[in-house]
Every structure is written in structure tokens, then in C-alpha cells.
């Protein structure tokens, strides 16, 4: 059975109503941790808070309702609780995305006076010096679950993050843990996008030990029954949620560089009915041969961002997805 | 809990909520869960915009829907604004 959330998200997939929108503030950050792909752009310019402002109530116009703040690392913007003011007085539905570093106990109590719905804290590992040299900030271990426990103490919603890759697998096992010791809840992902276009991250899993995380993680499937394998390639990237840079520039997901335009030239209904959205929405329905007769298609995570980002085209097979869909076909195997 | 029909409700600030294809979502703010309501409880919500007595939501629901049964639909608008105070979407406004 669905929940109303998936329903309601699949109604708005259906009819292009862009409900989640995930905002990438600022591409500034106090920490270098080693897969940021981010690092590797350009600083850019940012919006100014008027014209954020602006942009969120086009967005609640479309019919957005749940906004994701992320970065770099969003704290670095001095203007970031009148933003959280201006989201709150559009009643948006926040998340934000952190590593901790900013989040004292008084900004904990402050966040409490917006509509924050959850805090992302991404964690490394659950080893101090670990985590630490992964993010490239000493101390960075020991704030970011000082600012985890703030947050509790304040009935803010925290979430752990986890970037699973080959320079700290098997961490999960110990932050899911650690999740629970700090009452927080635990989401742990294991794409690690590429720096260097064209290739996949060093750091991404080998197929094994895609096995022992998804075993681990209870997952054997990736979440589409057989009978339905189209559906297993469609994503709701440009339909039902949508990204937009720190300069403004929207896309049809955050990581997936296809522009839509720029918010501050055009409004963003125009972009979103515009002619490179609609063109972007058709080309789903032509995947490459590669993926549409594959017969692993059931097994896969499709992301089209994690495919452009590895490959040439959003519309092809990655190395990364190729291998995840292996592991969940041997996993599936050997449970029959 | 027992509402008087001269109570007045107004609606807690923290809330996230959006129209969506003409019914409202509304996210309660202590567990974050995501809440669909129908036509009358969406024209209560958008009523109660500025803070009203139970009475007056009544009468609002009456005169929006065109009916005369006032002792039904007072019983709606009560159990209605009764939930909506347990999920603290709502409050009653002190005088
Ligand atoms: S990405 Fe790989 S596993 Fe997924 S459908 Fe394409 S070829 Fe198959």
C-alpha cells in the first residue's frame, strides 16, 4: 500500500508539479571532505536573499511544498534564518543538509521558530579520526554529534547521512548504531558521483561489496516489481521535483547537469513549461538500447545523473548502476 | 476536550502546507506527517486564515456549502477543529 506521500507524489509526477525542490544555497564550505564533487566546480555567484525570496514564491505558485537547503554547507550564509524566515512565511516544508560544524546550541534552539522538518548531518564514519580526515577538518566529528544532540534536545528531527564508498565501507554498521544512540534516524546512500566527468568515482563500491551493504541494509530489490520494468527506468527528476544552483541555474535534479535555464532571467514557470523542460521530460521515453533491453532492469536504481556523470548521456548505462543492479540480482538469487 | 461554540481557534504558525489540486496538505509540525484534507476540512483551513469562533466556522461551512443543517455540521466542524488541535495545527486563542 502506498502512503499518502508516495500517492501524493506520484499525482504530482504525473501532472509536473515540481513538490520538492532541492536548493543548493552556496557552494562555499568549512570542510573539504574527499568526494565533494563540488570542489571541483567553480565558485559562483550566489543569489542575494531578495532574490531567493522572489524564487520562493514562484515555487509555492507551482505548488512546491517541500524545500531542501543544502551547500556546500548552508550555515556559511549569514542570511540563512532569514531565508528560513522567508520559507517559513511561504510554509514551505524545510530539510537541511549540514555537517554540523555552524550548529551550536543556540542556533539548535533558534531553528526550532521555523518550519524545519529534519536536519541532515552527514557523518563519515563513526570513527573520530576517520570521519575527520574524510572531511578534512579536525574537531569535525566530535561537532557535528554535539550539534546532533542540540538538535534532539530541541524535538528537532535529525537524520545521520552516510555516503557508503570504498574509503570507509563498513562504517554503516557502526553509524546505524550510533543513529540510534543519538535518537536520530539513519539514511545512508551509496552513490558516490564522480569528479572527473566521464568516469566513474574511485570511490565507488565494487559489486561484493554492494552485496554485503544492500544484504546488510535489507535490501533486495530495487523497489519495482517484475511485470512493471519501463517503471524501473523512469526517475521523477524534471516532473515531481526539480534542483536549482547557488547562481540560480534550475535542472531537473540537483546532480544531474541538464539546465533548464536561470531563475533570475525568466520566471520559474517559464522554464518549468518551457521548451528545454518539456524536451528533457520526451527524451526520458528514449533511454539508450542498453538499458531499455536489459535484462538487469528490474535490479536498478536508475539515475540519470549518476549515467550523464559516469558516462556521455543521461540517457545511458553507468558503471555504477550496472554493478548495484548486479548485486541486487545475485542477492535475489540466492534468497530463492 | 470540549469546545464551546464561542471559543475562538487560530492556527499555529509553524505549519507547512501547500494546495494541491484544490485540497490542502498540511505538515504537522511535532512528527513531521503529512496530512490531506477534504473540501470542507481545506475551506476550514483556508478560513481560519484569520482566527474565528467556532460558531463563526459554522456559519462559514453553511453559507460555503449551502446547507441549512446546522446541528450536523456543527458536529463536523467540532470533531474537525478538535483534531486539529490534538496534531497542534491549532489553538484556541486566548481572549
Ligand atoms: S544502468 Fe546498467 S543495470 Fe541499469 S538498466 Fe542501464 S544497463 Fe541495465
Not at chain 1, 128 to 157: N, Y
Not at chain 1, 236 to 261: E, F, H, K, M, Q
Request: with cysteine; proline share 2%.
Amino acid at each position: 500500500m502506498d502512503t499518502l506521500a508516495q500517492s501524493i507524489n506520484r499525482e504530482a509526477s504525473q501532472k509536473n508539479i515540481p513538490l520538492s525542490v532541492f536548493i543548493e544555497l552556496t557552494r562555499r564550505c568549512n570542510c573539504t571532505c574527499y568526494y565533494c564533487y563540488q570542489q571541483s566546480l567553480q565558485q559562483t555567484k550566489e543569489l542575494s536573499l531578495e532574490q531567493w525570496q522572489q524564487v520562493f514564491s514562484q515555487l509555492k505558485s507551482a505548488g512546491a511544498l517541500y524545500l531542501t537547503l543544502s551547500g556546500g554547507e548552508p550555515f556559511v550564509r549569514e542570511d540563512i534564518f532569514d531565508l528560513l524566515k522567508e520559507a517559513k512565511k511561504q510554509n514551505f516544508a524545510v530539510s537541511l543538509i549540514s555537517n554540523g560544524l555552524l550548529i551550536s546550541e543556540v542556533v539548535a534552539k533558534q531553528l526550532k521558530d521555523f518550519t524545519v522538518m529534519d536536519v541532515g548531518i552527514s557523518f563519515h564514519a563513526a570513527e573520530r579520526d576517520l570521519h575527520d580526515r574524510l572531511s578534512g577538518m579536525p574537531g569535525c566529528f566530535d561537532q557535528a554529534k554535539k550539534a546532533v544532540t542540540w538538535l534532539r534536545q530541541e524535538g528537532i528531527k535529525v537524520v545521520l547521512k552516510h555516503s557508503v564508498s570504498t574509503e570507509n565501507f563498513g562504517q554503516f554498521k557502526a553509524l546505524q548504531r550510533l543513529a540510534t544512540q543519538l535518537d536520530c534516524a539513519f539514511e545512508c546512500d551509496c552513490t558516490v558521483l564522480p569528479d572527473t566527468p566521464g568516469t566513474a568515482s574511485n570511490y565507488s563500491l565494487t559489486v561484493d561489496q554492494y552485496k554485503e551493504f544492500l544484504t546488510y541494509m535489507g535490501q533486495d530489490s530495487a523497489g519495482c516489481s517484475v511485470d512493471d520494468d519501463q517503471a524501473a527506468l523512469h526517475c521523477d527528476a524534471g516532473r515531481s521535483l526539480c534542483g536549482i544552483g547557488p547562481n540560480g541555474t534550475l535542472y531537473p535534479c540537483i546532480i544531474l547537469p541538464v539546465p533548464l535555464g536561470n531563475v533570475t532571467e525568466s520566471s520559474f514557470m517559464s522554464l518549468w513549461e518551457g521548451d528545454l523542460a518539456n524536451s528533457f521530460r520526451k527524451n526520458e521515453k528514449s533511454l539508450s538500447k542498453e538499458c531499455t533491453l536489459c535484462a538487469l532492469k528490474v535490479h536498478c536504481s536508475r539515475c540519470h545523473a549518476v549515467a550523464l556523470l559516469e558516462g556521455h548521456s543521461w540517457q545511458g548505462k553507468s558503471h555504477s548502476l550496472c554493478a548495484r543492479a548486479n548485486a541486487l540480482q545475485q542477492i535475489g538469487k540466492q534468497k530463492k | 476536550m470540549n469546545l464551546l461554540k464561542t471559543d475562538h481557534i487560530q492556527r499555529a504558525t509553524n505549519v507547512a502546507q501547500r494546495l494541491f489540486e484544490e485540497q490542502m496538505l498540511v505538515i504537522t509540525p511535532k512528527d513531521s506527517m503529512l496530512h490531506k484534507f477534504n473540501a470542507v476540512g481545506t475551506f476550514i483551513w483556508q478560513f481560519l486564515e484569520r482566527s474565528h469562533s467556532v460558531e463563526e466556522i459554522v456559519q462559514g461551512v453553511q453559507k460555503h456549502f449551502d446547507t441549512n443543517d446546522e446541528e450536523a455540521v456543527s458536529q463536523d466542524v467540532i470533531t474537525f477543529i478538535e483534531k486539529l488541535c490534538e496534531k497542534g495545527l491549532v489553538s484556541l486563542k486566548s481572549e
